[in-house]
């Protein structure tokens, strides 16, 4: 049963930096596309920024020019390095995996950006 497992998440000032690491557990195959996605307290859960197995990526407008989405294949890890971080970005980010049809989920790693 594949899982996917998130660290890095936790309390940081406006400006700081944080970097977010998911691993999918139970798989050796690639995903085709491994992604992380944010839910604020009073939001539903929304796009950050995705990866695919050919390095495309997509961010959402909030954060380009401020975050990084990585992945490692021979890991199955995917990265998110979050740089000049805003008290808006606060809320639980979730790893998002696709194959094929299939879709997996984190459990979620809160990100706290005080002002």
């Known amino acids: 049963q594949v899982q996917l497992v998130e660290s890095g998440g936790g309390l940081v000032p406006a400006g700081g930096s944080l970097r977010l690491s998911c691993v999918a557990i139970?798989?050796?195959?690639?995903?085709?596309?491994m992604g992380w996605y944010r839910q604020a307290p009073t939001n539903g859960r929304d796009l950050v920024a995705t990866?695919?197995?050919?390095?495309?990526?997509v961010y959402a407008d909030s954060v380009k020019g401020r975050f990084t989405i990585s992945r490692d294949d021979a890991k199955n890890t995917v990265y998110l390095q979050m740089d000049s971080l805003k008290p808006e970005d606060t809320g639980v980010y979730y790893c998002?995996?696709?194959?094929?049809?299939?879709?997996?989920w984190g459990q979620g790693t809160q990100v706290t950006v005080s002002s």
């Open positions: 998002n995996a696709k194959r094929g049809s299939r879709g997996y």
């Open positions: 139970g798989t050796i195959f690639r995903f085709d596309a």
């Open positions: 990866i695919t197995t050919d390095d495309g990526t």
